[in-house]
């Protein structure tokens, strides 16, 4: 009887030190690492996004990092989280310095996003290249622009064509090998780190036109698009042949263009000193690309869902006088 007992006793104890070591399929989780560094363009810094830092990079404490960080739980960890994206950014600047403006309304100089990446950094996301070649500019630019030369035809598209060749689709496949420069020298720099690379979100709807937010010419519309996941294309294609992860934020984006209303992830032609410049992604944008890293990083529960605090903030007057000085807004 007595052995009788101890042996089901066995089985009891066995059983329930199985089932406790045995984490639910579904089981929350959070990824675990120790230094993030976030380099990138203006669609990662998030030009004026409140609350603005005290930075002439236009970078927001409400940017896809700090959004990000906060999920992680290491925005406010000291040493944890470092964000040194900056506006107007290219892939040159991961290792030159970016002429910005500064105090004095004189130019000066960002240094070179690199510098921020050490042995120890475990996870970088990379969010650049639509400034490569000036595409993005040239695209937002000039579009509104030639839409009166011919409001239902593709004047813009025509513009870009030249003996045959769209010179924006062309400049992108060279902004695919730029990005896998990017990537070896995060990989050179920080050689344990998760690399992840961030796409862009759409600025226009697959069918359909608003003018009065997104001035393009009917038919730049679709060729809009094509030049958008052509970007894309280029990001994802550079993360796949260096084996780092790619993000999709243009996929996800559907419905939240800048022709969407209150849904939209994304600005149209107006600059608002309080909320986005132009062609830019507002903070509901930033917040919900932050949720899509999180998710492809396989994070299921966030150590936080806060909004990232205000820290280094600008001060509303400084602001003004710096996206004045920027040319963001008109001189009053």
């Known amino acids: ?67 990000l960080a906060t999920k992680l739980g290491l925005y406010s960890k000291a040493g944890a989280f470092t964000d040194v994206s900056c506006s107007s950014a290219d892939t040159t600047n991961m290792t030159k310095p970016q002429t910005v403006p500064s105090p004095s309304l004189a130019l000066a100089s960002a240094p070179p996003q690199f510098d921020a990446l050490t042995l120890d950094t475990d996870l970088v996301t990379i969010g650049i290249g639509g400034n490569d070649y000036g595409v993005f500019g040239s ?61 862009y979100p759409r600025i226009v709807p697959p069918t359909g036109y608003c003018p009065s937010v997104v001035p393009f010419a009917d038919g730049d519309y679709a060729w809009a698009d094509e030049v958008e996941r052509a970007l ?36 149209g032609k107006t600059t608002d000193l ?25 994070g299921t529960t966030a150590v936080s869902t806060k909004a990232p605090d205000a820290r280094n903030a600008t001060t509303t007057d400084e602001l003004q006088r710096k996206a004045t000085a920027a040319g963001l807004v008109p001189r009053s």
């Not at 420069?181 to 961030?198: D, M, N, Q």
């Not at 894309?232 to 243009?250: E, F, L, P």
């Open 1 to 67: 009887m007595r052995r009788t007992a101890r042996l089901v006793l066995a089985t009891l104890v066995a059983v329930v030190s199985l089932a406790s070591s045995v984490t639910p399929a579904n089981a929350a989780e959070t990824p675990s690492f120790r230094k993030y560094v976030a380099l990138g363009d203006s669609y990662t810094a998030g030009p004026l996004i409140p609350w603005q830092q005290a930075s002439w990079c236009f970078r927001s404490n409400n940017n896809y990092p700090a959004w």
């Open 139 to 199: 695209l937002v630019g000039t579009c509104p622009e030639l839409r009166d030369s011919d409001p239902t035809g593709s004047p813009c598209k025509d513009h870009f064509t030249i003996n045959g060749t769209d010179t924006l689709l062309a400049a992108l496949r060279n902004t695919e090998r730029n990005l896998e420069r990017v990537v070896k020298g995060v990989r050179e720099r920080s050689p344990a780190a998760t690399i992840v690379l961030v796409g």
């Open 232 to 267: 894309n294309k280029a990001v994802s294609t550079a993360a796949h042949k260096q084996g780092a992860r790619y993000v999709d934020t243009y996929g996800p984006s559907l419905g939240h263009d800048a022709c969407s209303g209150d849904a939209a992830w994304v600005s």
């Open 274 to 298: 309080f909320r986005a410049v132009a062609y830019h992604p507002y903070a509901a944008g930033m917040k919900a690309e932050a949720d899509l890293i999180f998710k492809a990083l396989g």
